[in-house]
């Protein structure tokens, strides 16, 4: 799962750092489009009807609107969610296979995930647990 978003922002906005740090931690990109002056933020309410920031839009050719920071962590938790499902359905035979996965959490606070049976050679560690953003809705 990867989006490219477009992020309508304004200089010194807590909420638009977060919206990006947001996109940044989940490995995605983002173009940013900064509205630094009082003339760009009219033109920008004028074209969109927008009086917020951050808005946020995928970056695709119909630009399809997301919406604000918190409207982007549902977005984001939606895919995230949809992602699991897809996964949780291949174990059950509807994906063509049915792999066994094994979760283990080292002594060392390591976890690895392991697939018999699927794809051979699949193991994936993950070392550093702050690599990992919760991004459930406040």
Do not use: W
Not at 10 to 26: F, R
Not at 54 to 83: C, M, W
Request: some cysteine.
């Amino acid at each position: 799962m990867s989006f490219k978003f477009i992020i309508y922002t304004v200089p010194d906005c807590s909420e638009c750092n977060d919206a990006k740090e947001l996109i940044l931690n989940q490995g995605m990109s983002f173009a940013e489009c900064s509205l630094e002056t009082q003339e760009q933020v009219d033109e920008f309410h004028r074209r969109y009807g927008h009086t917020t920031v951050p808005q946020v839009y995928l970056a695709t050719e119909e630009q399809e609107y997301i919406g604000n920071h918190v409207d982007l962590e549902k977005f984001i938790l939606q895919a995230l969610d949809s992602r699991r499902v897809q996964t949780l359905m291949m174990g059950t035979g509807y994906g063509g296979g049915a792999p066994t996965v094994h979760v283990r959490q080292g002594k060392d606070g390591s976890t690895t995930i392991s697939e018999e049976e699927g794809v051979k050679g699949y193991n994936i560690s993950i070392k550093e647990k702050e690599e990992m953003k919760d991004i459930t809705p406040r």
